[in-house]
């Protein structure tokens, strides 16, 4: 009988646990709008912590992305006498699959990691409480700057990452393989449409909010000791990296 009173336990929790999490995201936009008329210096330094901080890991990784879709490009398409079609190739992976995904991957272990040890530390040394008995609502003050600097942040870093990817791209098939400069932009641009360039958007629209959500409910509900404050990091990582995937599958299946 123990194994199905696990079980039981387990949906307990796991409904519990979402219904807290819907009512944490409810509390979290009604306070949006206020937070963004009275403290929208906050956000903006939000913005650059999980943003600007984080422009030479994303210019890094997006670089060399890049360049390994031009190689993996030009081996798979001159098989087929296609390799001025590199190009093209490189845009639909990165716009449309990879720019958003590795870009929130890479966001969820720097910035999601940071904001979720910064809220659980401000928690394990009683800040939060603090907060609360000066009349400071905690919530205004500290998720939600920290949640909308990376909603903000997210879809710019993701162009970020697909605009040096496209460089990297057209360094390695241009310069180093010798692919033609006039091909390789002129047959990408015909073959984007603006729906999968609206797909990449909203991509990183939907992850970055995913990802800051997640960091934010992990680091406020946090259990208030070092040990707790370590395992919510890991557990921004991981479960964002699942989310992430999940809500990637079903945008894809929309804009099919």
Same mark, same amino acid.
């Given at each position: 009988m123990s194994?199905? #009173?696990?079980?039981?336990q387990?949906?307990?929790?796991?409904?519990?646990?979402?219904?807290?999490?819907?009512?944490f995201?409810?509390e979290?936009?009604?306070?949006?709008?206020l937070?963004l008329?009275?403290?929208?210096?906050?956000?903006?330094?939000? !913005?650059?912590?999980?943003?600007?901080?984080?422009l030479v890991?994303i210019?890094?990784?997006?670089?060399?992305?890049g360049?390994v879709?031009?190689?993996?490009g030009?081996a798979?398409?001159? #098989?087929?006498n296609?390799?001025?079609?590199v190009?093209?190739?490189? *845009?639909?992976?990165?716009?449309?699959?990879l720019?958003?995904v &590795?870009?929130?991957?890479?966001? *969820?272990?720097?910035?999601?990691?940071?904001? +979720?040890?910064?809220?659980?530390?401000?928690? +394990?040394?009683?800040? =939060?409480? *603090?907060m %609360?008995?000066?009349a400071?609502?905690?919530?205004r003050?500290?998720?939600?700057?920290?949640? =909308?600097?990376?909603? &903000?942040?997210?879809? =710019?870093?993701?162009?970020?990452?697909?605009?040096?990817?496209?460089?990297?791209?057209?360094l390695v098939? !241009?310069? =180093?393989?010798?692919?033609?400069?006039?091909?390789?932009?002129?047959q990408?641009?015909?073959?984007?449409?603006?729906?999968?360039? %609206? %797909?990449?958007?909203?991509?990183s629209?939907?992850?970055?909010?995913?990802?800051?959500?997640?960091?934010?409910?992990?680091?406020?509900?946090?259990?208030?000791?070092?040990?707790?404050?370590?395992?919510?990091?890991t557990r921004?990582?991981?479960?964002?990296?699942?989310?992430?995937?999940?809500?990637d599958f079903?945008?894809?299946?929309?804009?099919?």
């Amino acid at each position: 009988m123990s194994l199905p #009173r696990e079980i039981y336990q387990t949906l307990v929790q796991f409904v519990r646990t979402f219904g807290a999490f819907i009512l944490f995201f409810v509390e979290l936009l009604m306070h949006t709008p206020l937070t963004l008329k009275r403290r929208f210096g906050l956000v903006v330094a939000q !913005v650059h912590n999980t943003g600007t901080l984080s422009l030479v890991i994303i210019m890094v990784c997006g670089l060399f992305v890049g360049a390994v879709l031009g190689l993996q490009g030009f081996a798979n398409l001159s #098989r087929f006498n296609a390799e001025d079609t590199v190009g093209t190739f490189a *845009a639909f992976a990165l716009i449309k699959e990879l720019g958003p995904v &590795i870009t929130a991957l890479l966001f *969820a272990g720097r910035a999601g990691t940071a904001l +979720a040890s910064e809220i659980g530390l401000m928690k +394990a040394t009683d800040q =939060l409480s *603090a907060m %609360e008995m000066m009349a400071v609502n905690p919530m205004r003050r500290v998720v939600v700057p920290r949640f =909308l600097g990376g909603c &903000i942040a997210m879809p =710019l870093l993701t162009a970020v990452f697909s605009a040096i990817g496209l460089y990297g791209a057209h360094l390695v098939g !241009v310069s =180093l393989l010798g692919v033609d400069v006039g091909s390789f932009w002129q047959q990408m641009q015909q073959a984007l449409s603006p729906k999968d360039i %609206e %797909e990449g958007i909203v991509k990183s629209i939907v992850f970055g909010g995913a990802a800051s959500l997640v960091a934010v409910w992990e680091g406020y509900n946090c259990v208030p000791t070092a040990e707790g404050v370590g395992r919510a990091t890991t557990r921004t990582v991981v479960i964002t990296a699942i989310v992430v995937l999940i809500l990637d599958f079903m945008i894809t299946a929309r804009y099919l």
